[in-house]
């Protein structure tokens, strides 16, 4: 069955650099979820997103701007990085009409910030 | 704000015994809670999850109970076996809406030693 795709899987950038994560959901998800995860930690929500809006929004910082496209990938923009957003980067999909939407997770995204 | 606590936070199991690993949550509007397993540098995954409406559900080896009084959901592994060793995550949500963000416990790392 395919699953959530990610890219790129690892990525090593300066301070104040910018990155740019992707995420492609499973086939006919319609929603999209970023979270955050540090060391050791577990996984924070980020935001969401629903047929290509915004519907929910989590500790993301004002660095940090997402979107959806109608072909249902989102993308996570990260600017003006920071040691601290060091960390693995997760998307999940889930599809809206399935009840309590459950929700599966991409390999990650490893962020490291030198 | 909501938050889910998970004991213990690690656990060393012999092969063939049973783990246990329990949560409670804070919010009493949840009414969906999956469990996770991660390995090392690879992302979540489902591997069973209960509704609100249920108080108990059993996959083969893995069982989930829930007391929505209490608040409190567990997972039950029997026979577990040397696979079974990773990070287990449970995890709350409220359906709603357009989204139903993971509020996630701060992990158990299981061991299963042959």
């Known amino acids: 069955a395919a699953g959530v795709i990610q890219s790129p899987r690892h990525l090593i950038k300066e301070k104040r650099e910018t990155a740019t994560l992707k995420c492609y959901p499973i086939?006919?998800?319609?929603?999209v979820y970023w979270y955050q995860q540090g060391p050791g930690q577990d996984p924070q929500f980020l935001i969401s997103f629903y047929e290509k809006m915004q519907s929910d929004k989590g500790s993301i910082p004002d660095r940090f701007s997402a979107q959806q496209f109608s072909d249902y990938h989102s993308e996570l923009n990260m600017s003006s990085l920071e040691l601290g957003d060091s960390a693995l980067y997760f998307c999940a999909s889930s599809r809206w009409d399935r009840e309590y939407n459950e929700q599966f997770f991409g390999p990650g995204t490893r962020l490291t910030v030198l | 704000g909501e938050n889910v606590e998970q004991h213990p936070s690690t656990l060393s199991v012999q092969e063939g015994d049973s783990a246990v690993i329990k949560c409670t949550y804070s919010?009493?509007?949840?009414?969906?809670f999956p469990w996770y397993k991660q390995e090392l540098g690879k992302g979540p995954q489902l591997i069973i999850d209960i509704r609100s409406n249920v108080g108990e559900k059993k996959d083969q080896r893995i069982a989930v109970t829930l007391n929505k009084t209490a608040k409190h959901f567990s997972l039950h592994i029997t026979e577990t076996q040397p696979e079974d060793s990773a990070v287990y995550f449970c995890?709350?949500?409220?359906?709603?809406?357009?989204?139903?963000?993971?509020?996630f416990g701060t992990g158990t790392l299981l061991a299963v030693q042959p």
């Open positions: 919010d009493s509007a949840s009414n969906y």
């Open positions: 086939p006919r998800h319609d929603t």
């Open positions: 995890a709350a949500s409220k359906y709603g809406g357009a989204t139903n963000k993971l509020i």
